[in-house]
Protein backbone atom coordinates (compact mmCIF):
# COMPACT_ATOMS: atom_id res chain seq x y z
CA UNK A 1 0.00 0.00 0.00
CA UNK A 2 1.26 3.39 -0.79
CA UNK A 3 1.70 6.51 1.25
CA UNK A 4 -1.53 8.45 1.71
CA UNK A 5 -2.28 12.08 1.65
CA UNK A 6 -2.69 12.67 4.90
CA UNK A 7 -5.14 15.34 4.13
CA UNK A 8 -7.23 13.40 1.68
CA UNK A 9 -11.26 11.90 3.35
CA UNK A 10 -11.27 10.08 0.33
CA UNK A 11 -12.75 10.44 -3.32
CA UNK A 12 -16.23 10.71 -4.56
CA UNK A 13 -17.74 10.40 -7.75
CA UNK A 14 -20.86 11.87 -8.86
CA UNK A 15 -23.57 10.27 -10.97
CA UNK A 16 -26.69 11.85 -13.27
CA UNK A 17 -29.38 8.83 -12.39
CA UNK A 18 -29.98 6.50 -9.36
CA UNK A 19 -29.70 3.57 -11.64
CA UNK A 20 -25.96 4.21 -12.37
CA UNK A 21 -25.22 5.35 -8.43
CA UNK A 22 -26.72 1.79 -7.86
CA UNK A 23 -24.67 -0.09 -10.47
CA UNK A 24 -21.73 1.80 -9.20
CA UNK A 25 -22.39 0.81 -5.55
CA UNK A 26 -22.43 -3.13 -6.86
CA UNK A 27 -19.72 -3.07 -8.51
CA UNK A 28 -17.39 -1.55 -5.87
CA UNK A 29 -18.79 -3.35 -3.26
CA UNK A 30 -18.02 -6.76 -5.57
CA UNK A 31 -14.15 -4.81 -6.02
CA UNK A 32 -14.04 -5.26 -2.19
CA UNK A 33 -14.58 -2.26 -0.54
CA UNK A 34 -15.93 -1.62 2.47
CA UNK A 35 -15.54 1.76 3.81
CA UNK A 36 -17.86 3.13 1.06
CA UNK A 37 -20.86 5.50 1.01
CA UNK A 38 -23.61 6.65 -1.44
CA UNK A 39 -25.31 10.05 -1.09
CA UNK A 40 -29.12 10.17 -2.78
CA UNK A 41 -31.86 13.12 -1.99
CA UNK A 42 -34.38 10.23 -1.34
CA UNK A 43 -34.01 6.71 0.10
CA UNK A 44 -32.90 3.76 -2.81
CA UNK A 45 -34.03 0.51 -1.23
CA UNK A 46 -31.52 -1.69 -3.67
CA UNK A 47 -28.41 0.44 -1.76
CA UNK A 48 -29.92 -1.08 1.50
CA UNK A 49 -28.78 -4.49 0.42
CA UNK A 50 -25.29 -3.38 -1.26
CA UNK A 51 -24.21 -1.79 1.78
CA UNK A 52 -25.32 -4.18 4.40
CA UNK A 53 -27.14 -1.65 5.95
CA UNK A 54 -28.64 -3.46 9.26
CA UNK A 55 -31.52 -1.48 11.22
CA UNK A 56 -33.34 -4.41 13.47
CA UNK A 57 -31.57 -3.38 16.49
CA UNK A 58 -34.07 0.03 15.97
CA UNK A 59 -37.44 -2.27 16.16
CA UNK A 60 -35.30 -3.96 19.29
CA UNK A 61 -34.73 -1.15 21.01
CA UNK A 62 -38.21 0.45 20.25
CA UNK A 63 -39.86 -3.06 21.76
CA UNK A 64 -37.32 -2.78 24.79
CA UNK A 65 -38.17 0.98 24.97
CA UNK A 66 -42.10 -0.04 25.15
CA UNK A 67 -42.07 -2.06 27.84
CA UNK A 68 -39.47 0.11 30.01
CA UNK A 69 -42.51 2.89 29.46
CA UNK A 70 -45.10 0.25 30.25
CA UNK A 71 -43.70 -1.04 33.34
CA UNK A 72 -42.60 2.69 34.79
CA UNK A 73 -46.30 3.50 34.10
CA UNK A 74 -47.58 0.77 35.91
CA UNK A 75 -45.40 1.14 38.77
CA UNK A 76 -45.91 4.86 39.14
CA UNK A 77 -49.10 4.20 39.43
CA UNK A 78 -48.74 1.56 42.11
CA UNK A 79 -46.81 3.31 44.23
CA UNK A 80 -48.33 6.65 44.07
CA UNK A 81 -52.12 5.53 44.60
CA UNK A 82 -51.12 2.42 46.90
CA UNK A 83 -47.81 3.12 48.13
CA UNK A 84 -47.35 6.72 48.71
CA UNK A 85 -50.34 8.51 49.16
CA UNK A 86 -53.29 5.55 49.74
CA UNK A 87 -56.76 7.26 49.43
CA UNK A 88 -60.12 5.70 48.96
CA UNK A 89 -61.73 7.45 45.94
CA UNK A 90 -65.16 6.30 45.88
CA UNK A 91 -64.46 3.44 47.43
CA UNK A 92 -62.46 1.44 44.94
CA UNK A 93 -59.83 -0.84 46.30
CA UNK A 94 -55.62 1.41 46.26
CA UNK A 95 -54.40 -0.54 43.33
CA UNK A 96 -57.66 0.02 40.62
CA UNK A 97 -55.42 -2.29 38.01
CA UNK A 98 -58.93 -1.72 35.20
CA UNK A 99 -57.93 2.43 36.00
CA UNK A 100 -54.13 1.83 35.77
CA UNK A 101 -54.63 0.44 31.94
CA UNK A 102 -54.91 3.95 30.02
CA UNK A 103 -51.77 5.38 31.61
CA UNK A 104 -49.78 2.24 31.63
CA UNK A 105 -50.53 2.06 27.88
CA UNK A 106 -49.55 5.68 26.80
CA UNK A 107 -46.51 5.00 28.89
CA UNK A 108 -45.91 2.05 26.84
CA UNK A 109 -46.62 4.08 23.42
CA UNK A 110 -44.52 6.98 24.64
CA UNK A 111 -41.01 4.72 25.90
CA UNK A 112 -41.24 2.95 22.38
CA UNK A 113 -41.58 6.29 20.52
CA UNK A 114 -38.84 7.74 22.64
CA UNK A 115 -36.03 4.94 22.48
CA UNK A 116 -37.04 4.89 18.55
CA UNK A 117 -36.25 8.38 18.21
CA UNK A 118 -33.11 8.03 20.08
CA UNK A 119 -31.83 5.16 18.07
CA UNK A 120 -32.49 6.74 15.01
CA UNK A 121 -30.94 9.72 16.43
CA UNK A 122 -28.08 7.46 17.29
CA UNK A 123 -28.04 5.70 14.06
CA UNK A 124 -27.65 9.51 12.34
CA UNK A 125 -25.21 10.56 14.98
CA UNK A 126 -26.91 13.79 14.86
CA UNK A 127 -26.59 16.96 15.39
CA UNK A 128 -22.84 16.34 13.01
CA UNK A 129 -22.97 19.23 11.08
CA UNK A 130 -19.43 18.82 9.58
CA UNK A 131 -18.66 16.29 7.57
CA UNK A 132 -15.79 15.89 5.14
CA UNK A 133 -18.05 15.20 1.94
CA UNK A 134 -19.73 18.89 2.18
CA UNK A 135 -16.37 20.24 1.51
CA UNK A 136 -17.03 18.97 -2.51
CA UNK A 137 -18.55 21.93 -3.49
CA UNK A 138 -21.11 19.79 -6.59
CA UNK A 139 -22.30 18.30 -3.17
CA UNK A 140 -25.28 20.47 -2.07
CA UNK A 141 -27.01 18.68 -5.02
CA UNK A 142 -26.77 15.41 -3.08
CA UNK A 143 -29.90 16.56 -0.95
CA UNK A 144 -31.97 17.82 -3.99
CA UNK A 145 -31.05 15.96 -7.29
CA UNK A 146 -27.39 14.75 -7.53
CA UNK A 147 -26.20 11.10 -6.76
CA UNK A 148 -22.77 10.70 -5.39
CA UNK A 149 -20.60 8.02 -4.10
CA UNK A 150 -17.42 8.25 -1.52
CA UNK A 151 -14.83 6.13 -1.14
CA UNK A 152 -12.87 6.60 1.88
CA UNK A 153 -9.04 6.79 1.91
CA UNK A 154 -8.80 4.33 5.36
CA UNK A 155 -10.23 1.86 3.24
CA UNK A 156 -7.72 -1.34 3.13
CA UNK A 157 -7.81 -1.31 -0.71
CA UNK A 158 -8.12 2.34 -1.31
CA UNK A 159 -5.46 3.89 -3.61
CA UNK A 160 -5.34 7.00 -4.54
CA UNK A 161 -4.59 6.32 -8.65
CA UNK A 162 -5.95 2.91 -8.83
CA UNK A 163 -9.57 3.55 -7.20
CA UNK A 164 -9.67 7.35 -9.15
CA UNK A 165 -9.51 5.03 -12.34
CA UNK A 166 -12.08 2.18 -11.16
CA UNK A 167 -14.21 5.46 -10.35
CA UNK A 168 -13.40 6.69 -13.81
CA UNK A 169 -14.24 4.08 -15.57
CA UNK A 170 -18.17 3.96 -14.35
CA UNK A 171 -20.28 5.27 -15.58
CA UNK A 172 -19.97 8.89 -13.58
CA UNK A 173 -20.46 12.63 -14.50
CA UNK A 174 -17.44 13.33 -12.52
CA UNK A 175 -14.67 12.14 -9.87
CA UNK A 176 -13.29 14.43 -6.62
CA UNK A 177 -10.62 14.61 -3.94
CA UNK A 178 -12.43 15.01 -0.82
CA UNK A 179 -9.83 17.10 1.27
CA UNK A 180 -10.66 16.15 5.20
CA UNK B 1 -54.93 29.90 -12.51
CA UNK B 2 -54.97 28.46 -15.89
CA UNK B 3 -58.49 27.64 -17.23
CA UNK B 4 -57.34 24.79 -19.04
CA UNK B 5 -56.27 23.36 -15.70
CA UNK B 6 -59.66 24.27 -14.20
CA UNK B 7 -61.57 21.99 -17.14
CA UNK B 8 -59.14 18.81 -16.17
CA UNK B 9 -60.39 19.33 -12.90
CA UNK B 10 -63.70 19.49 -13.57
CA UNK B 11 -63.41 16.12 -16.41
CA UNK B 12 -61.89 14.49 -13.49
CA UNK B 13 -61.88 10.80 -13.24
CA UNK B 14 -60.23 8.69 -10.77
CA UNK B 15 -58.59 6.36 -13.29
CA UNK B 16 -56.60 8.43 -15.75
CA UNK B 17 -55.42 11.07 -13.25
CA UNK B 18 -52.42 10.02 -11.64
CA UNK B 19 -50.92 11.21 -8.27
CA UNK B 20 -48.01 13.15 -9.46
CA UNK B 21 -48.64 15.30 -12.40
CA UNK B 22 -46.78 13.83 -15.65
CA UNK B 23 -42.88 15.35 -16.81
CA UNK B 24 -41.88 15.68 -13.08
CA UNK B 25 -38.20 15.21 -12.50
CA UNK B 26 -36.55 15.46 -9.36
CA UNK B 27 -35.05 18.90 -10.08
CA UNK B 28 -38.85 20.26 -10.69
CA UNK B 29 -40.02 19.09 -7.55
CA UNK B 30 -37.32 20.31 -5.58
CA UNK B 31 -37.38 23.54 -7.36
CA UNK B 32 -41.17 24.42 -6.96
CA UNK B 33 -41.47 23.56 -3.78
CA UNK B 34 -38.49 25.58 -2.64
CA UNK B 35 -39.60 28.49 -4.54
CA UNK B 36 -43.33 27.79 -3.30
CA UNK B 37 -42.39 29.42 0.11
CA UNK B 38 -40.49 32.27 -1.59
CA UNK B 39 -43.26 33.07 -3.49
CA UNK B 40 -46.02 32.90 -1.30
CA UNK B 41 -44.02 35.85 0.61
CA UNK B 42 -44.80 38.43 -2.17
CA UNK B 43 -49.19 37.46 -2.35
CA UNK B 44 -51.09 39.96 -1.12
CA UNK B 45 -53.69 36.77 0.25
CA UNK B 46 -51.02 35.44 2.57
CA UNK B 47 -49.95 39.23 3.63
CA UNK B 48 -53.20 39.91 4.37
CA UNK B 49 -53.89 36.47 6.22
CA UNK B 50 -51.00 37.07 8.09
CA UNK B 51 -52.32 40.61 9.32
CA UNK B 52 -55.60 39.10 10.34
CA UNK B 53 -54.17 36.13 11.83
CA UNK B 54 -51.74 37.96 14.15
CA UNK B 55 -54.74 40.66 15.03
CA UNK B 56 -56.24 37.42 16.30
CA UNK B 57 -53.57 36.21 17.95
CA UNK B 58 -53.22 39.81 19.99
CA UNK B 59 -56.90 38.52 21.33
CA UNK B 60 -55.82 35.52 22.90
CA UNK B 61 -53.09 37.35 24.37
CA UNK B 62 -55.15 40.04 25.62
CA UNK B 63 -58.22 37.55 26.51
CA UNK B 64 -55.55 35.15 28.27
CA UNK B 65 -54.25 38.14 30.49
CA UNK B 66 -57.67 39.43 31.41
CA UNK B 67 -58.08 35.54 32.47
CA UNK B 68 -54.81 35.37 34.73
CA UNK B 69 -55.65 39.07 36.12
CA UNK B 70 -59.23 38.00 36.73
CA UNK B 71 -60.04 34.32 36.85
CA UNK B 72 -62.16 32.11 35.06
CA UNK B 73 -65.42 33.59 36.48
CA UNK B 74 -64.52 36.53 33.23
CA UNK B 75 -66.16 32.95 31.33
CA UNK B 76 -69.76 31.58 31.23
CA UNK B 77 -68.53 28.61 33.02
CA UNK B 78 -70.38 28.31 36.59
CA UNK B 79 -71.98 25.87 38.79
CA UNK B 80 -73.85 23.34 36.84
CA UNK B 81 -71.69 24.22 33.45
CA UNK B 82 -68.34 24.13 34.98
CA UNK B 83 -66.84 23.45 31.74
CA UNK B 84 -67.73 25.67 28.62
CA UNK B 85 -66.02 27.01 26.34
CA UNK B 86 -62.43 25.91 26.60
CA UNK B 87 -63.53 22.19 27.21
CA UNK B 88 -65.54 22.41 23.77
CA UNK B 89 -62.56 23.72 22.41
CA UNK B 90 -60.30 21.30 23.60
CA UNK B 91 -62.03 18.40 22.69
CA UNK B 92 -62.48 19.98 19.05
CA UNK B 93 -59.01 20.72 18.37
CA UNK B 94 -57.76 17.69 19.31
CA UNK B 95 -60.57 15.97 17.54
CA UNK B 96 -58.82 18.45 14.00
CA UNK B 97 -55.71 17.14 14.84
CA UNK B 98 -56.65 13.38 14.57
CA UNK B 99 -56.76 13.62 10.35
CA UNK B 100 -53.42 14.46 10.31
CA UNK B 101 -52.22 11.75 12.44
CA UNK B 102 -54.71 9.55 10.22
CA UNK B 103 -52.84 10.72 6.98
CA UNK B 104 -49.47 10.27 8.32
CA UNK B 105 -49.36 6.78 10.12
CA UNK B 106 -52.36 4.87 9.05
CA UNK B 107 -52.24 5.72 5.49
CA UNK B 108 -48.68 5.07 5.39
CA UNK B 109 -48.96 1.89 6.84
CA UNK B 110 -51.52 0.63 4.41
CA UNK B 111 -49.28 1.89 1.16
CA UNK B 112 -51.71 4.97 0.02
CA UNK B 113 -49.18 6.83 -1.51
CA UNK B 114 -51.34 9.70 -2.36
CA UNK B 115 -50.88 10.70 1.31
CA UNK B 116 -47.36 11.46 0.16
CA UNK B 117 -48.24 15.06 -1.43
CA UNK B 118 -50.77 15.78 1.95
CA UNK B 119 -48.72 14.20 5.11
CA UNK B 120 -46.76 16.99 5.68
CA UNK B 121 -49.11 20.10 6.41
CA UNK B 122 -51.43 17.59 7.75
CA UNK B 123 -48.86 16.91 10.52
CA UNK B 124 -47.94 20.00 11.22
CA UNK B 125 -51.94 21.06 11.45
CA UNK B 126 -51.85 18.11 13.86
CA UNK B 127 -48.94 19.81 15.73
CA UNK B 128 -50.71 23.36 16.36
CA UNK B 129 -54.52 21.59 16.76
CA UNK B 130 -52.23 19.65 19.82
CA UNK B 131 -50.68 23.16 20.65
CA UNK B 132 -54.58 25.21 20.72
CA UNK B 133 -55.76 21.90 22.55
CA UNK B 134 -53.63 21.57 25.04
CA UNK B 135 -53.72 25.08 25.97
CA UNK B 136 -57.53 25.00 27.02
CA UNK B 137 -57.46 22.48 30.27
CA UNK B 138 -54.55 24.35 31.37
CA UNK B 139 -55.77 27.77 31.27
CA UNK B 140 -59.47 26.51 32.50
CA UNK B 141 -57.68 25.59 36.10
CA UNK B 142 -58.28 27.71 38.74
CA UNK B 143 -55.16 28.68 39.12
CA UNK B 144 -53.21 27.90 36.11
CA UNK B 145 -49.80 28.15 37.81
CA UNK B 146 -49.79 25.31 39.57
CA UNK B 147 -51.00 23.48 36.27
CA UNK B 148 -47.62 21.45 36.80
CA UNK B 149 -49.16 19.03 40.08
CA UNK B 150 -51.15 17.13 37.63
CA UNK B 151 -47.46 15.71 36.39
CA UNK B 152 -46.62 13.31 38.83
CA UNK B 153 -43.00 14.17 40.69
CA UNK B 154 -41.41 13.53 44.39
CA UNK B 155 -42.55 16.74 45.65
CA UNK B 156 -41.97 18.70 48.82
CA UNK B 157 -45.87 18.31 49.92
CA UNK B 158 -46.00 14.39 49.80
CA UNK B 159 -48.77 14.85 47.22
CA UNK B 160 -49.40 13.04 44.07
CA UNK B 161 -52.06 12.95 41.38
CA UNK B 162 -55.01 10.72 41.74
CA UNK B 163 -54.49 8.30 38.73
CA UNK B 164 -58.08 6.55 38.64
CA UNK B 165 -59.33 9.76 37.34
CA UNK B 166 -59.76 10.30 33.40
CA UNK B 167 -58.61 14.02 33.47
CA UNK B 168 -55.08 12.15 34.72
CA UNK B 169 -55.59 9.83 31.66
CA UNK B 170 -55.96 12.74 29.84
CA UNK B 171 -52.74 14.38 30.63
CA UNK B 172 -50.38 11.10 29.67
CA UNK B 173 -52.95 11.00 26.28
CA UNK B 174 -52.48 13.98 25.10
CA UNK B 175 -48.95 14.45 26.30
CA UNK B 176 -47.91 11.79 24.58
CA UNK B 177 -49.55 12.54 21.46
CA UNK B 178 -48.30 15.84 21.51
CA UNK B 179 -44.59 13.97 21.77
CA UNK B 180 -45.11 11.48 19.38
CA UNK B 181 -46.36 13.39 16.97
CA UNK B 182 -43.39 16.29 16.82
CA UNK B 183 -40.93 13.15 16.74
CA UNK B 184 -42.96 12.17 13.61
CA UNK B 185 -42.87 15.58 12.20
CA UNK B 186 -39.28 16.38 12.93
CA UNK B 187 -38.06 12.93 11.34
CA UNK B 188 -39.66 13.41 8.07
CA UNK B 189 -38.47 17.05 8.44
CA UNK B 190 -34.85 16.33 8.17
CA UNK B 191 -34.10 15.48 4.40
CA UNK B 192 -36.17 18.56 3.37
CA UNK B 193 -34.88 20.97 5.44
CA UNK B 194 -30.86 19.48 4.11
CA UNK B 195 -32.68 20.28 1.03
CA UNK B 196 -33.12 24.05 2.39
CA UNK B 197 -30.09 24.45 3.72
CA UNK B 198 -28.32 24.06 0.56
CA UNK B 199 -30.59 25.74 -1.26
CA UNK B 200 -30.72 29.02 1.38
CA UNK B 201 -29.27 32.07 -0.23
CA UNK B 202 -28.73 33.77 3.20
CA UNK B 203 -26.42 33.33 5.86
CA UNK B 204 -29.08 33.16 8.60
CA UNK B 205 -31.35 30.54 5.97
CA UNK B 206 -28.31 28.29 6.13
CA UNK B 207 -27.82 28.75 9.91
CA UNK B 208 -31.42 28.00 10.50
CA UNK B 209 -32.14 25.25 7.96
CA UNK B 210 -28.78 23.66 8.54
CA UNK B 211 -29.48 23.68 12.72
CA UNK B 212 -32.25 21.96 11.95
CA UNK B 213 -31.13 19.54 9.24
CA UNK B 214 -28.34 18.64 11.81
CA UNK B 215 -26.04 17.92 9.12
CA UNK B 216 -28.01 15.47 7.34
CA UNK B 217 -25.74 14.40 4.11
CA UNK B 218 -28.42 11.61 2.02
CA UNK B 219 -26.29 9.12 3.54
CA UNK B 220 -27.41 5.53 2.46
CA UNK B 221 -26.88 4.44 5.60
CA UNK B 222 -29.35 6.89 6.78
CA UNK B 223 -32.02 6.64 4.97
CA UNK B 224 -31.72 2.98 5.63
CA UNK B 225 -32.16 3.33 9.21
CA UNK B 226 -35.38 6.23 8.39
CA UNK B 227 -37.32 3.95 6.71
CA UNK B 228 -37.18 1.44 9.29
CA UNK B 229 -37.66 4.35 12.22
CA UNK B 230 -40.33 6.30 10.18
CA UNK B 231 -42.37 3.07 9.65
CA UNK B 232 -42.01 2.36 13.71
CA UNK B 233 -43.20 5.42 14.49
CA UNK B 234 -46.01 5.39 12.09
CA UNK B 235 -46.95 2.09 13.91
CA UNK B 236 -46.79 3.75 17.35
CA UNK B 237 -48.78 7.24 16.37
CA UNK B 238 -51.81 4.24 14.65
CA UNK B 239 -53.30 3.39 17.94
CA UNK B 240 -53.14 7.03 19.03
CA UNK B 241 -55.46 7.73 16.48
CA UNK B 242 -58.19 5.55 18.16
CA UNK B 243 -56.56 6.06 21.93
CA UNK B 244 -56.37 9.74 22.53
CA UNK B 245 -60.04 10.46 21.25
CA UNK B 246 -61.53 7.42 23.40
CA UNK B 247 -59.72 8.82 26.42
CA UNK B 248 -61.16 12.08 26.02
CA UNK B 249 -64.24 10.45 26.05
CA UNK B 250 -63.71 8.88 28.71
CA UNK B 251 -63.54 11.82 30.79
CA UNK B 252 -67.27 12.06 29.62
CA UNK B 253 -67.95 8.31 29.86
CA UNK B 254 -66.90 7.58 33.24
CA UNK B 255 -68.92 10.54 34.82
CA UNK B 256 -72.78 9.54 36.07
CA UNK B 257 -73.95 12.68 34.13
CA UNK B 258 -77.33 11.55 32.33
CA UNK B 259 -76.05 12.34 28.95
CA UNK B 260 -72.71 11.30 29.35
CA UNK B 261 -72.66 7.69 31.08
CA UNK B 262 -73.05 5.96 27.69
CA UNK B 263 -70.51 3.21 26.46
CA UNK B 264 -70.73 4.51 22.86
CA UNK B 265 -68.83 7.78 23.71
CA UNK B 266 -65.29 6.92 22.64
CA UNK B 267 -65.94 5.45 19.31
CA UNK B 268 -68.13 7.95 18.53
CA UNK B 269 -65.61 10.78 19.52
CA UNK B 270 -63.15 9.45 17.29
CA UNK B 271 -65.01 8.98 14.27
CA UNK B 272 -66.45 12.69 14.84
CA UNK B 273 -62.63 13.88 15.90
CA UNK B 274 -61.63 12.09 12.00
CA UNK B 275 -64.60 13.47 10.68
CA UNK B 276 -63.63 17.03 11.38
CA UNK B 277 -60.12 16.47 11.02
CA UNK B 278 -60.15 15.39 7.45
CA UNK B 279 -62.76 18.69 7.19
CA UNK B 280 -59.88 21.20 8.04
CA UNK B 281 -57.17 19.00 6.32
CA UNK B 282 -59.60 19.95 3.46
CA UNK B 283 -59.93 23.04 3.65
CA UNK B 284 -56.44 23.75 4.46
CA UNK B 285 -55.82 21.32 0.96
CA UNK B 286 -57.96 23.53 -0.96
CA UNK B 287 -56.42 27.03 0.37
CA UNK B 288 -53.08 25.75 -0.84
CA UNK B 289 -54.13 24.92 -4.24
CA UNK B 290 -55.72 27.84 -5.04
CA UNK B 291 -54.07 30.38 -2.80
CA UNK B 292 -50.73 29.08 -2.80
CA UNK B 293 -50.28 27.49 -6.42
CA UNK B 294 -49.56 23.90 -4.87
CA UNK B 295 -52.41 22.69 -7.46
CA UNK B 296 -49.55 20.20 -9.21
CA UNK B 297 -49.00 18.06 -5.87
CA UNK B 298 -52.44 18.60 -4.39
CA UNK B 299 -54.69 17.27 -6.97
CA UNK B 300 -58.33 16.99 -7.63
CA UNK B 301 -57.65 13.23 -6.95
CA UNK B 302 -56.50 14.51 -3.62
CA UNK B 303 -59.10 16.00 -2.72
CA UNK B 304 -61.61 13.20 -4.03
CA UNK B 305 -59.78 10.33 -2.06
CA UNK B 306 -59.94 12.53 1.45
CA UNK B 307 -63.30 13.94 0.54
CA UNK B 308 -64.58 9.72 0.48
CA UNK B 309 -62.70 9.47 3.68
CA UNK B 310 -64.45 11.82 5.59
CA UNK B 311 -67.67 11.36 3.87
CA UNK B 312 -67.45 7.42 5.29
CA UNK B 313 -66.83 9.08 9.04
CA UNK B 314 -69.76 11.33 8.42
CA UNK B 315 -71.87 8.34 8.02
CA UNK B 316 -70.22 6.41 11.53
CA UNK B 317 -71.02 9.90 12.49
CA UNK B 318 -74.51 9.41 11.93
CA UNK B 319 -75.07 6.37 12.57
CA UNK B 320 -73.73 7.28 15.78
CA UNK B 321 -76.82 9.80 16.46
CA UNK B 322 -79.01 7.29 15.93
CA UNK B 323 -77.59 4.40 17.93
CA UNK B 324 -77.21 7.14 20.81
CA UNK B 325 -81.07 7.76 20.72
CA UNK B 326 -82.05 4.20 20.25
CA UNK B 327 -80.08 3.55 23.32
CA UNK B 328 -82.19 6.14 25.49
CA UNK B 329 -85.04 5.35 24.43
CA UNK B 330 -84.40 1.05 24.90
CA UNK B 331 -83.22 2.43 28.16
CA UNK B 332 -86.53 3.92 29.33
CA UNK B 333 -84.46 5.84 31.85
CA UNK B 334 -86.03 9.00 32.59
CA UNK B 335 -83.20 11.27 33.05
CA UNK B 336 -81.62 9.89 29.35
CA UNK B 337 -85.01 10.44 27.67
CA UNK B 338 -85.32 14.59 29.61
CA UNK B 339 -82.10 15.02 28.27
CA UNK B 340 -83.18 13.70 25.02
CA UNK B 341 -86.13 15.95 24.49
CA UNK B 342 -84.10 18.45 25.74
CA UNK B 343 -82.41 18.28 22.47
CA UNK B 344 -85.09 17.53 20.28
CA UNK B 345 -87.55 20.17 21.42
CA UNK B 346 -86.34 21.83 24.35
CA UNK B 347 -83.90 24.50 25.19
CA UNK B 348 -81.03 22.50 23.41
CA UNK B 349 -82.98 21.94 19.81
CA UNK B 350 -81.54 25.41 18.06
CA UNK B 351 -78.12 23.75 18.49
CA UNK B 352 -79.27 20.18 17.83
CA UNK B 353 -80.75 20.43 14.95
CA UNK B 354 -77.53 22.61 13.56
CA UNK B 355 -75.40 19.98 14.15
CA UNK B 356 -77.81 17.37 12.36
CA UNK B 357 -78.09 19.83 9.52
CA UNK B 358 -74.12 20.92 9.50
CA UNK B 359 -72.78 17.10 10.07
CA UNK B 360 -75.25 14.92 8.48
CA UNK B 361 -77.75 16.76 5.78
CA UNK B 362 -75.54 19.28 3.75
CA UNK B 363 -72.29 17.33 3.45
CA UNK B 364 -73.99 14.76 1.19
CA UNK B 365 -73.82 17.01 -1.35
CA UNK B 366 -70.23 16.40 -1.67
CA UNK B 367 -71.11 12.78 -2.81
CA UNK B 368 -71.74 14.56 -6.23
CA UNK B 369 -69.34 14.97 -8.01
CA UNK B 370 -69.40 18.53 -9.63
CA UNK B 371 -69.71 19.27 -5.72
CA UNK B 372 -66.48 18.00 -4.99
CA UNK B 373 -64.72 19.36 -7.91
CA UNK B 374 -65.91 22.65 -7.25
CA UNK B 375 -63.22 23.94 -4.62
CA UNK B 376 -65.77 26.58 -3.10
CA UNK B 377 -68.71 24.27 -2.70
CA UNK B 378 -65.76 21.82 -0.94
CA UNK B 379 -64.16 24.47 1.25
CA UNK B 380 -67.32 25.86 2.17
CA UNK B 381 -69.21 22.05 3.21
CA UNK B 382 -65.83 21.76 5.45
CA UNK B 383 -66.28 25.05 6.84
CA UNK B 384 -69.72 23.86 8.09
CA UNK B 385 -68.78 20.75 8.86
CA UNK B 386 -66.25 22.34 11.79
CA UNK B 387 -68.47 24.41 12.49
CA UNK B 388 -71.45 21.24 13.17
CA UNK B 389 -68.64 19.58 15.17
CA UNK B 390 -67.66 22.23 16.90
CA UNK B 391 -71.60 22.45 18.06
CA UNK B 392 -71.78 18.88 18.61
CA UNK B 393 -69.15 19.08 21.58
CA UNK B 394 -71.19 21.84 22.65
CA UNK B 395 -73.69 20.43 22.70
CA UNK B 396 -72.25 17.46 24.50
CA UNK B 397 -70.39 18.97 27.36
CA UNK B 398 -72.84 21.92 27.71
CA UNK B 399 -76.31 20.00 27.84
CA UNK B 400 -74.49 17.18 29.89
CA UNK B 401 -73.65 19.28 32.66
CA UNK B 402 -76.81 21.98 32.33
CA UNK B 403 -79.14 19.08 32.82
CA UNK B 404 -78.54 16.80 35.91
CA UNK B 405 -80.96 14.36 37.82
CA UNK B 406 -82.05 16.90 40.35
CA UNK B 407 -84.29 19.38 38.32
CA UNK B 408 -82.68 22.01 40.76
CA UNK B 409 -79.88 21.55 39.29
CA UNK B 410 -81.11 22.89 35.71
CA UNK B 411 -79.31 25.56 34.41
CA UNK B 412 -79.04 26.82 31.24
CA UNK B 413 -75.33 28.10 30.32
CA UNK B 414 -74.39 31.60 28.78
CA UNK B 415 -71.25 32.18 27.12
CA UNK B 416 -69.67 35.72 27.27
CA UNK B 417 -67.99 37.86 25.31
CA UNK B 418 -64.70 36.55 26.35
CA UNK B 419 -65.23 33.13 25.47
CA UNK B 420 -65.73 34.03 22.27
CA UNK B 421 -62.45 35.94 22.47
CA UNK B 422 -60.36 32.88 23.17
CA UNK B 423 -62.74 30.97 20.53
CA UNK B 424 -61.33 33.27 17.96
CA UNK B 425 -58.14 33.92 19.65
CA UNK B 426 -57.18 29.97 18.93
CA UNK B 427 -58.50 29.71 15.08
CA UNK B 428 -56.26 33.04 14.86
CA UNK B 429 -53.17 31.50 17.01
CA UNK B 430 -53.75 28.07 14.41
CA UNK B 431 -53.87 30.04 11.47
CA UNK B 432 -50.73 32.73 12.69
CA UNK B 433 -48.60 29.23 12.77
CA UNK B 434 -49.81 27.58 9.73
CA UNK B 435 -49.04 30.73 7.84
CA UNK B 436 -44.97 30.83 9.22
CA UNK B 437 -45.51 26.78 8.06
CA UNK B 438 -46.01 27.35 4.77
CA UNK B 439 -43.64 30.56 4.43
CA UNK B 440 -40.66 28.98 6.35
CA UNK B 441 -41.24 25.53 5.46
CA UNK B 442 -41.48 22.31 2.50
CA UNK B 443 -45.57 22.35 2.77
CA UNK B 444 -44.99 18.90 0.32
CA UNK B 445 -42.21 16.66 0.94
CA UNK B 446 -39.88 16.64 -1.28
CA UNK B 447 -38.03 13.40 -0.71
CA UNK B 448 -41.37 11.54 -0.91
CA UNK B 449 -42.05 13.01 -4.20
CA UNK B 450 -38.49 12.14 -5.81
CA UNK B 451 -39.01 8.67 -4.08
CA UNK B 452 -42.30 8.58 -5.94
CA UNK B 453 -41.10 9.74 -9.22
CA UNK B 454 -38.47 7.40 -9.15
CA UNK B 455 -40.31 4.74 -8.19
CA UNK B 456 -43.18 5.41 -10.32
CA UNK B 457 -40.07 5.37 -13.23
CA UNK B 458 -39.05 2.29 -12.05
CA UNK B 459 -42.26 0.14 -12.33
CA UNK B 460 -45.01 1.75 -14.13
CA UNK B 461 -47.88 0.53 -12.24
CA UNK B 462 -46.76 2.02 -8.81
CA UNK B 463 -48.53 5.33 -8.99
CA UNK B 464 -51.60 3.73 -10.17
CA UNK B 465 -52.63 2.86 -6.10
CA UNK B 466 -55.84 3.99 -6.38
CA UNK B 467 -57.28 2.23 -9.29
Known amino acids: ?180 | MPIQEQKSDDHFSLRDESILPKGESFESVTRSISNGKDAVKGRLAFRLSLLAALGMVFLLCVAVTHLFIRGIGIFGNNMPSAWGFPIVNFVWWIGIGHAGTFISAILLILHQNWRDSINRFAEAMTLVAVLCAAMMPLIHLGRPIVFYWLIPYPNSMNLWPQFRSPLMWDMFAVGTYGTISLLFFFVGLIPDMATFRDRAKSRFGQYFYGAIAGGWRGSARHWSANKTAYVILAGLATPLVVSVHSIVALDFASSILPAWHSEIFPPYFVAGAIYSGFAMVLCISVLLRRIFDFGRYITQRHINTMVYVMMSTGLIVAYAYLVEAFIIWYSQNPPEIQVALDHYTGAAAPVYWSVIVCNIVIPQILWLRWARCNSYCVFIVCIIINIGMWLERFLIVVSGLSRDYLMSSWAEFHPTLWDFALLLGLLGLFSFCLLLFVRYFPVIPMYELRSSIFKSKAHPKSSEVLS
Not at chain 1, 11 to 39: C, H, N, Q
Not at chain 1, 90 to 114: H, N, R
Open chain 1, 1 to 180: MKEQDPNLYGLMAEFATPESLVESARKIALAGYKRFDAYSPFAIDELDEILHCENSWIPRLALAGGLSGAAFGFVLQHYAAAVWYPQIVAGKPFDSIPAFVPITFEMAILGAGLSCFAALMFAYRYPHPYHPVFNVERFSLASQTGFFLAIEADDPLFDSVQTKALLDEMSSEAVYEIPK
